[in-house]
Antibody
Framework: EVQLVESGGGLVQPGGSLRLSCAAS????????MNWVRQAPGKGLEWISY????????YYVDSVKGRFTISRDNAKNSLYLQMNSLRAEDTAVYYCARGYSSTSWFDPWGQGTLVTVSS | DIQMTQSPSTLSASVGDRVTITCRASQTISSWLAWYQQKPGKAPKLLIY???SLESGVPSRFSGSGSGTEFTLTISSLQPDDFATYYCQQYNSYSRGTFGQGTKVEIK
């Protein structure tokens, strides 16, 4: 079964850092691009970052550029999101989602992990 | 950046109704569009990709159409399990406007 499981969310103060992880199973991880998508409470979906299968291509939405870093470890079948200089507006459920190519639909998605930025 | 605009934002319908949701792109995206269903507290679920291709396991009452800048998701006969929020996603390019703002389908 293809599965993605996020972890690492929690409560963090403004200006703080957090590292999210996404463990993949059931497919050849290195063959697929991966994405992070977030959803603020009661709001819609926001794509925030993409990484190709070989990590050679990375994209970010403007609002997280310079603060967030996406990475992956294909040997560990894992995707990461290092989040620094966190702001209240970064509060959201963060999902990892598999892509199929450089631009693609997302399937499947993980169950999400909640990040709350508050003092 | 490409912007995606869904309409309506909220839709009230009854079981058995035919429901149509529209998604418009600010510039042409060919057929690079997907549709997702999301229920409260759950991750989005892929329904349609490439504008009209039905994902495996998704009921045939769901269908997608369109190309260029205008797309529709149709539920031919609304079922109780279909009350949820639906999002379109353009994958012509990655940008802040990748997803539409969502359409909540409520019970009338």
């Amino acid at each position: 079964e293809v599965q993605l499981v996020e972890s690492g969310g929690g409560l963090v103060q403004p200006g703080g850092s957090l590292r999210l992880s996404c463990a993949a199973s059931g497919f050849s991880f290195s063959d697929y691009s991966m994405n992070w998508v977030r959803q603020a409470p009661g709001k819609g979906l926001e794509w925030i970052s993409y990484i190709s299968g070989t990590s050679s291509t990375i994209y970010y939405v403007d609002s997280v550029k310079g603060r967030f870093t996406i990475s992956r470890d294909n040997a560990k079948n894992s995707l990461y999101l290092q989040m620094n200089s966190l702001r209240a507006e970064d509060t959201a459920v963060y999902y990892c989602a598999r892509g199929y190519s450089s631009t693609s639909w997302f399937d499947p998605w993980g169950q999400g992990t909640l990040v709350t930025v508050s003092s | 950046d490409i912007q995606m605009t869904q309409s309506p934002s909220t839709l009230s319908a009854s079981v058995g109704d035919r429901v149509t949701i529209t998604c418009r792109a600010s510039q042409t995206i060919s057929s690079w569009l997907a549709w997702y269903q999301q229920k409260p507290g759950k991750a989005p679920k892929l329904l349609i990709y490439k504008a009209s291709s039905l994902e495996s396991g998704v009921p045939s009452r769901f269908s997608g159409s369109g190309s260029g800048t205008e797309f529709t998701l149709t539920i031919s006969s609304l079922q109780p399990d279909d009350f949820a929020t639906y999002y379109c996603q353009q994958y012509n390019s990655y940008s802040r406007g990748t997803f539409g703002q969502g359409t909540k389908v409520e019970i009338k």
